[in-house]
Each structure stands twice: as C-alpha cells, then as structure tokens.
C-alpha cells in the first residue's frame, strides 16, 4: 500500500521547520529527518541571526553589506526578499518566544560580525540554532497534523510525467514509498564533502545527489565557503569559533603573538570569511607557523559568559578561551550554491521544492555574509510554503480537510529491506574523497590538480551511480555515493570558473572576471526536463 500526505517536507533545520508550521494549517505534512530532529546544521549556528531591526539599521544598509561579501554575483531581486521579508519574520520568532539575548533594558541585543557595518546579528549567546531550533519545534510539535518520522534516509525522488510526486525512504522497519502534492528538500548543506569541515557528520548533500539524479538544475556549486576560525588542535575534533567573537573583538595573531590581518586586508578581523581565510594561510606560508584567534585582551568573565558552548569545547581541547591563544584555521563551511530555485523555491522540477541551505537562489552570490544563513532559511523556507499552499503545487491533495492524512493508520512498511546492491571494488573509501577535495577543490583551486580531481571523481561516480539509481544502498554506500557525486559536481564547476571571487580562489586566474564569468555556472543531467534558466 502506498501512502500519502498532502505536504512533504525532507529536512528537520530552520527551513523545513518554518515552511511545516504554515503547512500544517492546511493540511497534513511529514517531515522526513536522517537523524535526530535536532541534528543539523541549524543547531550548529553559533554566531547568530543577521535582521535589520537594531538602531541605525535598515533592508537597504543589510542589501548592501550582503551585495558587498556575494563579490558581485548576488541576484539582487533574491537580496531583496532576504533583507526586507527577514524583518518580518524574525520579528515573528521573537514573538513566538525565541530567547535572544536583550541588554540591560530589556532590548534586543545585536552583536555585529565580519562585512557587516552595522550591528545586526542577534543571538542567544553563543548557541543561536539551537534556539531558534527549539522555538520552531515548539511550534511544530503543537500541530496536530505534522508527523515526524526520524532515522528516515530518503533514496529516491519519485518522478512521473516530468513531475515529483514523492520519495522513496528507507528506515529500520523496511522501505516505504510515500506520495504529495509537493516535496520541500531542506536537507542542508554539504560540508562532509571535504577533510576539514564544521559541519555535522550528516552533511553530506543528499538534497543535491537527490536533485540531480531527478533531473534538476544545480548551480554555483564552485562556491564554498571556508569558515577561517575553525579550532585546529592536534587530536581535537574540528570545531567552529564563531564569527560572533571577532565581532566582539578577538583578534587573530601569529605565533610571534602579533597581529596580522591589517598586512593583507585593511578590515583586517572584521573583513569578509574568504578573505580572512585566504589571509591566515598567507601567514601561515610567510612564517611557516600556526596562526591563533585570542581574546586574553578582553575581559576572562565576559569571554566565558558570553560564549559558554565554545568555552567548553575549548576546555576539553585544553584551551582557556578567556586566556589562551587558541589554535585555528579554515575549514569548510557552508556551500552557496545547490539545486537552483526561484525566489519562492521552486526547482526545474515541477512538484520539487527547495529551501535553505540546499537551495541556490542566488541571495549568496559568490561569498554569504555573516549570519545570512539561518535568515535565509527562516525567510525561504516560509516562501516556499506559501507556493505549497497554492493550488499550483497543492492540487487536489491539499486544503483544510487534510484529506491525505486519513490513510495513515499507523506506520506501514511498503516493504521488507531490499537486498543490497554492493559497490564494485573501484568504489573508493570517504576518506579518500574527502583528502582529494580538501587538496585540491579546497581553499586556493588551479588548472591541473582540478583536472586531475575530476579524472578521479569521474571514475569514483562510475562506480557508486548504478547503485543510486538501482535504489537500496546501505547508509554507509549512500553516504559515500552522495559525497562523491556533490563532490564532482563541485570539482567541474570550479574548473570551469577561470577567476578569482569569493570562496572559490584559482591560484592561475587570481583576479575577478567581471567580462568574462559575471554569470551563474549551473548544470543538469543531458536531456534533463524542467524549466530553462
């Protein structure tokens, strides 16, 4: 028996959050989540929520520090919608009782972060995801009409007539097919695609494999962004540092206890991520020694205070943040590109939606500012229910009656577990994958050791993509399957953007090319469907 719901929703972050506590007014809605409810990148945003809403601020100043950092390839209609609906709705997770920190009168309290010229970014210390995670669950877990399936990994998208219509998703009892009126993917990003990464270890860009297998359109996935103050302790797992504390004033120094970043970029702490990365490795090379982020000029009780989760991540690496310069260097972050959407989420993929971290609407150009990240999802994760509501996506499933949601009785199992598949012994190990992009589709790119990625990652899809699209890969295979796939598409962009911009650095073409590549690199399956851009 095959079910049905009227909304789907394959992600549990900001986005997929915020689109099921609109869509669940109107119908009933399954929300798909790989892990735990809370585990994803959303819970791992520490530095906060970027809004025009503080003194002095306004959408227009927000626009133009984000046009700035996206290194001209911002879509600015995408800009508009981000800064001008992202007052409106983070005004409305205040209201609906998300804890931000307010000063000594009981205001909002805004931090300000690297490129922005203001001081806009709220954030609950240092743990804003999580926050805004719990707020939005309370949310969820107030409407009737929304089902949680966890330990659900979606395999396949479910197309017919050029159209999707649902998902293929396996979890402990069996696979299960289940149909709707429309899919949102908000499944986050894909940082687990390289060595070093901030990321969650469930990061690996199943919405794009999912996407592209289906016959979508991805886009400016040449553009990672490299996060410059990930902790880099011998033996200590890779952990973010937020960007919240050079706001507040840590700065970056070399060895010798020196501040440097002034030698290469005049905004020096406070210049945009790719910047600021690209800097540290540069002294790094000049004086063959690590670089530190210190903040022993501040006051030890208000470090400790103000950023409690990262305090204790650094104690147990053996690191007073309060006191000790502590070791750092770039790693993966966050991917500006991904399966290409209009300013409402619709993919090339009639029925398919996308929000959040997966989606490339454009908003991010070429480099995200600071703290964009969960207000894009907030704000194109609501966008995309609205489209969900419309007859145009809903059809004949949705409206008030929830009439889809009547023929789940229980939990049914479609079937029992398929038999697995085995990938061929060419298949590589992740870690394989994982060390070829850090090297050589990493931080700085160039012409050959990208040439040479891609011969690679060429022969390693030819092994995993018979079985993706044969269905019934373990968790393991998928995992590695996924990572590949996102990781050749990511190499063959980069090779194919001969400039310098943003997060993606060609060491043979280091200047901007704005006559040549001011335009959006996307690609899909040959003979793919679906609308042309």
């Known amino acids: 028996m095959q079910r049905r719901t009227d909304f789907l929703v394959i992600g549990s972050g900001i986005a997929g959050l915020r689109a099921a506590t609109d869509l669940a007014a109107a119908g009933s809605v399954l929300i798909l989540t790989k892990a735990d409810p809370d585990e994803s990148n959303t819970g791992y945003a520490q530095g906060g929520i970027a809004a025009a809403l503080g003194p002095g601020d306004s959408p227009a100043l927000h626009a133009a520090d984000t046009l700035a950092a996206g290194d001209g390839l911002c879509v600015e209609a995408a800009v508009r919608v981000l800064v001008e609906d992202g007052v409106r709705y983070t005004r409305e997770l205040v209201a609906n009782g998300a804890r931000f920190d307010r000063d000594a009168s009981g205001e909002l309290s805004f931090g300000r972060e690297g490129a922005h010229g203001v001081r806009r970014v709220m954030h609950a210390a240092d743990a804003t995801g999580r926050e805004i995670g719990r707020a939005l669950w309370s949310q969820v877990a107030e409407q009737a009409r929304v089902r949680v399936e966890r330990n659900a990994r979606v395999t396949r998208l479910l197309i017919r007539g050029r159209r999707c219509h649902g998902v293929a998703y396996e979890d402990d009892q069996g696979t299960h097919e289940v149909e709707a009126a429309a899919v949102l993917l908000a499944t986050g990003g894909a940082g687990q695609v390289f060595r070093e990464t901030t990321n969650p270890s469930i990061a690996t860009g199943d919405g794009v494999t999912l996407a592209w297998h289906a016959g979508a359109q991805v886009t400016d996935l040449e553009f990672t962004q490299f996060h410059p103050t990930a902790l880099s302790a011998p033996g200590a797992p890779r952990f973010l540092l937020s960007e919240a504390m050079r706001g507040e004033g840590a700065y970056l120094v070399n060895e010798a206890g020196e501040r440097f970043m002034t030698r290469y970029e005049a905004a020096g702490e406070l210049a945009s991520r790719d910047l600021v990365s690209r800097a540290m490795l540069a002294e790094q090379?000049?004086?063959?020694?690590?670089?530190?982020?210190?903040?022993?000029?501040?006051?030890?009780?208000?470090?400790?205070?103000?950023f409690p989760t990262i305090a204790a991540a650094c104690r147990v690496a053996g690191f007073d943040l309060a006191t000790d310069p502590v070791p750092v260097g770039p790693a993966a972050h966050y991917v500006m590109g991904g399966v290409e959407t209009d300013l409402w989420g619709r993919t090339t993929v009639p029925g398919l939606l996308a929000a959040g971290e997966v989606a490339c609407t454009g908003v991010h150009g070429a480099n995200r500012l600071a703290s964009n990240s969960l207000l894009e999802g907030l704000v194109f994760g609501a966008r995309a229910a609205q489209v969900m509501l419309g007859p145009g996506e809903a059809g004949a499933a949705g409206g008030a009656g929830?009439?889809?949601?009547?023929?789940?009785?229980?939990?049914?199992?479609?079937?029992s577990p398929p038999a697995r598949p085995a990938l061929p012994a060419r298949?590589?190990?992740?870690?394989?994958?994982?060390?070829?992009?850090?090297?050589?589709?990493?931080?700085?790119?160039?012409?050959?050791?990208?040439?040479?990625?891609?011969?690679q990652l060429d022969a390693w899809y030819a092994a995993v993509a018979p079985g993706i699209a044969a269905g019934g890969l373990s968790a393991a295979d998928w995992r590695l399957a996924s990572i590949v796939t996102v990781g050749r598409l990511m190499a063959r962009a980069a090779l194919r953007r001969e400039e310098t911009r943003g997060g993606h650095a060609r060491t043979d073409f280091p200047a901007r090319d704005d006559v040549n590549f001011k335009v959006h690199i996307g690609e899909r399956i040959p003979g793919a469907h679906g609308r042309e851009t």
Do not use: C, F
């Open 402 to 415: 929830g009439a889809g949601w009547a023929g789940w009785a229980g939990k049914e199992v479609t079937s």
């Open 427 to 455: 298949a590589p190990s992740e870690i394989d994958v994982r060390d070829l992009m850090w090297n050589s589709v990493g931080l700085s790119r160039e012409r050959a050791s990208l040439e040479t990625a891609i011969s």
């Open 285 to 306: 090379q000049r004086t063959g020694r690590p670089v530190y982020l210190t903040m022993r000029h501040l006051d030890a009780t208000w470090v400790r205070a103000r």
